[in-house]
T-cell receptor
Framework: GEDVEQSLFLSVREGDSSVINCTYT??????LYWYKQEPGAGLQLLTY?????DMKQDQRLTVLLNKKDKHLSLRIADTQTGDSAIYFC????????FGQGTELSVKP | DAGVIQSPRHEVTEMGQEVTLRCKPI?????LFWYRQTMMRGLELLIY????????DSGMPEDRFSAKMPNASFSTLKIQPSEPRDSAVYFC????????????????FGPGTRLTVL
């Protein structure tokens, strides 16, 4: 069946880069997404990448897609305390299949 | 654009009571999704609609849960009777629902309804 996996926790120091990883089992998706959820809030779309792309950059965010290994990553440059949140990857297919979320903790 | 609107934002009720959660999707979006989020189970898709028609309700936990979409701008999720294990945050999301170049599957989430059943 369809599955999306993420590690549950990541801790970094302010100013460092963060890399959040995601793997998936089904490669038929058209789009892959990254959402951010701050405490007490809904999921906010951060960025998405089309499946025929390898990389997409948007300011401090870089998304890398390795279709062969079915691996997606989100790199946040110069991580700030305001980046502390849960990050979800998701793959498309009519409905979205979400990973469990990675809780990013940024320490000053 | 107001985004996806959900009401109420918080609901506290007693076991056995009926609970109705409401959602207004983004205007022009054709697909609407109801999710439940708990610490134990994470984010679960309960049901989704396309053009007001339920497409997949396999995530609805049991017969106590029902969802309707009477028109393109309104949906409800009802729990009757409610139980303490239904306590969770319920999210509504909407999308264009078409395979467009800009990511037609992209879902936009509401702020959620935090439900507590005592």
């Amino acid at each position: 069946g369809e599955d999306v996996e993420q590690s549950l926790f990541l801790s970094v120091r302010e100013g460092d880069s963060s890399v959040i990883n995601c793997t998936y089992t089904d490669s038929s998706s058209t789009y892959l997404y990254w959402y951010k959820q701050e405490p007490g809030a809904g999921l906010q779309l951060l960025t998405y990448i089309f499946s025929n792309m390898d990389m997409k950059q948007d300011q401090r965010l870089t998304v890398l897609l390795n279709k062969k290994d079915k691996h997606l990553s989100l790199r946040i440059a110069d991580t700030q305390t305001g980046d502390s949140a849960i990050y979800f990857c998701a793959k498309s297919g009519g409905k979205l299949i979400f990973g469990q979320g990675t809780e990013l903790s940024v320490k000053p | 654009d107001a985004g996806v609107i959900q009401s109420p934002r918080h609901e506290v009720t007693e076991m056995g009571q009926e609970v109705t959660l409401r959602c207004k999707p983004i205007s022009g979006h054709n697909s609407l999704f109801w999710y439940r989020q708990t610490m134990m189970r994470g984010l679960e898709l309960l049901i989704y609609f396309n053009n007001n028609v339920p497409i997949d309700d396999s995530g609805m936990p049991e017969d106590r849960f029902s969802a309707k979409m009477p028109n393109a701008s309104f949906s409800t999720l009802k729990i009757q009777p409610s139980e303490p294990r239904d306590s969770a945050v319920y999210f509504c999301a909407s999308s264009l629902g078409a395979r467009l170049a800009g990511g037609g599957d992209t879902q936009y989430f509401g702020p959620g309804t935090r439900l507590t059943v005592l």
